[in-house]
């Protein structure tokens, strides 16, 4: 009797172009996705405990049961929460797991490109049936909202379950994302600071911001009306009308930083926008800021090129990453 097959399933990292903090207030956001993958195996195992191989998180290996629909942790703790929320959502058999995640790790630092939406839509798409990673979105949008105690909008879920570059937009029957493109003549390249953002940390401060300021709802239509401009050019496809509006975008965040006290330009990212401007492009952080990625985009590649080599000689990193074509994956691999 053959062995049950593995599923294996890559999905790809994202980077927040514009639409950060307004999209919690149901604004716009624009997100791409990278050429990082995780990649989860998941072989049904039927009885007894499954192993779950955590690979770039920590390396160990946890066991589970499923008992009623409900997993059961031989070794419960911090490492094994988003694949019990998703355990807890899904409700497999007892089912096998390697979560390989080691391309979102660079010796042994976390990088901010949405490992877990990654892994949280990967795992589903494993554990199911379905033909396309997006047919697992729905549940992995549900497991990622009780990881994270429904903090979040599902911009960054929606962009890796999708693939290539989206526009999260949302309506009365709630949040729908669709296909943008990447406009010709558009260069972008991601700068990495050298400090690490706690994206929680930065939402817990909007939201307790949003809730005590009067004029927070003004701030937030100003912002909001900025995102919707950048999606506007980013339609047209116009490469120096994205960059003027991604521009004024940041513009309306400075208010709001300041106001809410973010932190939205710490951790170097203020530091590099000095520099891009210095050589001619435009640069801003990607997501909650204060650390990790920020985007710089120019019409030029030879500008950003320029820039990039300043900004790692100002002790940035610019990893080669490719921008707006990575796309989610399904296979099925029958062991020999």
Known sequence: MNAAPTRRVRVPGKLMLCGEYA??????????????????????????????RLRGFD?????????????????PGAATALTDAVLRTVQPLNTALVVDSTAFYDQGRKLGL????AVAVAICAALGDGDRVVDALPQALAAHAQFQGGRGSGAD???????????????EQGALASSLGWPAGLEARAIM???????????????????????ASVRLYGLAAAASHVVTEWQRADAAGIIEAMNAFTHEMRHIDAAAGLGY?????????????????????????????????????????GFAAAAVAAGAAAPEMTLGLATPEIATEVPA
Request: aromatic residues 8%; negative net charge; hydrophobic residues 40%.
């Open 114 to 117: 949405g490992s877990s939406a």
């Open 157 to 171: 879920l929606r962009a890796v379950a999708h693939g290539g570059t989206i526009v999260q937009r949302a309506d």
């Open 265 to 305: 330009f710490a951790g170097g990212h203020d530091t590099l926008a000095e520099l891009a401007l210095a050589h001619g492009c435009f640069f801003k952080p990607c997501g909650a800021g204060g650390g990790d990625f920020g985007i710089a985009l120019s019409t030029s590649r030879d500008v950003l090129d």
């Open 23 to 52: 999209v919690l207030a149901g604004a716009p956001a624009v997100v791409t996705c990278v050429d990082r993958y995780v990649v989860v195996d998941a072989r049904p195992t039927y009885d007894g405990l499954a192993p779950v």
């Open 59 to 75: 390396g160990d290996t946890y066991h589970y049961r499923m008992t009623g629909g409900v997993p059961t942790w031989e070794t």
């Open 193 to 215: 600071t050298t400090q690490s953002a706690a994206t929680l940390d930065h939402v817990r401060r909007f939201e307790a911001w949003r809730a005590s300021d009067a004029n």
